[in-house]
């Protein structure tokens, strides 16, 4: 395949309008498998998807023209699932599964189009909503994200001709392959790409995924991203994600059924996915409460992902229920994915190897580092925290208290109520870079 000239392809910016997201399989695989679930099971739930900007210092309605977020979120809308994509998605298998999707959902994703969005500014900020029904709005997720962060990439790199370009693109591609010697070197590692949501740009992911693939062999088992799956023959990879919880607490009429919703989501999963797919996401409302109330079955799952706590701190507590539920954690899995770098991978490998197996999830900091690489010192192309979160579910207000309060989202009354009923035991703060 030749490579794209990213630097020059950037410089080239003469049509009236280039797309940023171009299929709607340019997604993460989670959403397509909790959209199934959706989909068969609550296709009468409304969800509003809401954009959050942590780095509040970041005015991203000054370095982002809003006729061109308007353009591009409109494009993204005129997007059609493609019969080649339709056969893929069909006949592929997934995780040693064949059709994991049932030809119901896919006769019905075939003619899937993203909804209308609400999009306004307040105090150099874009407030931007997806109201709706749920099978529907939750795939502006991603896209959404996407759009953000590379338009915001054009604009900080707007003002460089194309030597400048070249020198931009070539330091992030020695950053980045220096990056990828480091975890060559650890013998066993597993590394897959989930760098969709906040990545510099398209073209750039799809560089960092064909570089892993090439550089660290297979230690790279594949990639979050379904289109880029596709187009290299990677495995797509992906379980779930803190929308279920989410929306199940919001729907629930009781302060019980509160505290059970993070265990009703996963035997809802477990109807639809088996084996591989049972992974556990447990940090929604806080892992210690998690731990504390979970039923004996949910020990029986493949493993977990420690998502918002300290990597260490957060495994070995996991490990650490494990044990005493009779599990031995060496036939379990804890997969990684918050913020990692490469200093956090290799710090956490070697801590956690011959005691479990381990998988890293790296996001922001492979697809969207650029820190120290343009021509002219400027923070504009550092990436942000930037996330698009469940905010209201059939008009009630959604709540993610997470492992780190620095992470929480939702009403400030709301987020209250849910301490009282899951404990703050174990949420420590910590910085939230991207």
């Given amino acids: 395949m030749a490579k794209t000239d990213i630097a020059r392809r950037v410089y080239n910016h003469t049509w009236k309008l280039d797309p940023i997201v171009r299929s709607l399989l340019d997604t993460d695989f989670y959403k397509l498998l909790m959209l199934q679930m959706i989909w068969g099971m609550y296709p009468k739930v409304d969800a509003t998807f809401s954009l959050i900007n942590r780095t509040t210092s970041v005015r991203l309605a000054d370095e982002i023209d809003e006729g061109e977020l308007r353009a591009q979120l409109d494009h993204a809308r005129t997007l059609r699932f493609s019969k080649k994509e339709m056969i893929w998605l069909g006949g592929n298998n997934f995780y040693g599964r064949k059709q994991i999707f049932e030809s119901e959902f896919l006769a019905w994703l075939e003619n899937f189009r993203l909804p209308d969005y609400e ?5 150099g900020q874009y407030e931007l909503s997806f109201p709706g029904p749920w099978m529907y709005t939750t795939l502006w997720e991603i896209p959404a994200l996407a ?3 590379e338009l915001r990439s054009r604009a900080a790199m707007r003002s460089y001709g194309p030597f400048a370009l070249d020198v931009l693109y070539a330091r992030a591609k020695a950053k980045m392959w220096a990056k990828t010697e480091r975890l060559k070197a650890l013998p066993g590692i597993r590394i897959s790409d989930f760098g969709t949501r906040r990545r510099h740009s398209f073209l750039w992911q799809r560089w960092c995924v064909e570089a892993l693939k090439e550089g660290i062999g297979d230690a790279f088992t594949g990639t979050s991203n379904v289109l880029l799956a596709m187009d290299n023959d990677l495995e797509a990879l992906g379980t779930n994600a803190h929308e279920l919880p989410m929306v199940f607490a919001a729907l629930a009429n009781s302060e019980e059924e509160l505290r059970e ?13 088996g084996g591989n797919l049972l992974i556990v996401l447990p940090d929604a409302f806080g892992t210690d409460s998690f731990l504390r109330d979970a039923p004996d079955w949910v020990a029986d799952w493949t493993g977990f992902r420690p998502d918002s706590a300290p990597p260490i701190e957060g495994g070995e507590k996991i490990i650490d229920w494990w044990r005493k539920k009779g599990k031995d954690p060496k036939q379990k899995l804890l997969i990684f994915s918050d913020g990692l770098e490469v200093e956090t991978i290799e710090e956490t490998y070697r801590h956690f190897r011959g005691k479990v197996r381990m998988s890293f ?3 922001t900091n492979l697809t969207n580092d650029f820190e120290g690489c343009a021509p002219t010192e400027t923070d504009s192309l550092d990436a942000i925290s930037l996330v698009c979160k469940v905010t209201e579910a059939n008009g009630r207000p959604a709540v993610k208290l997470s492992d780190n309060p620095a992470k929480a989202t939702g009403d400030e009354k709301e ?3 849910y301490l009282r009923i899951f404990g703050e035991k174990g949420r420590v703060e910590q910085l939230v870079k991207v």
Avoid: F, T
Wanted: aromatic letters at 18%; hydrophobic letters at 35%; zero cysteines.
């Fill in 119 to 123: 999009l306004s500014r307040r105090d």
């Fill in 147 to 149: 759009i953000i962060n």
């Fill in 261 to 273: 919703a993070p265990y009703k989501v996963l035997q809802d999963w477990q109807r639809y996915y």
């Fill in 361 to 363: 999830g790296w996001g």
């Fill in 415 to 417: 987020i209250k109520r």
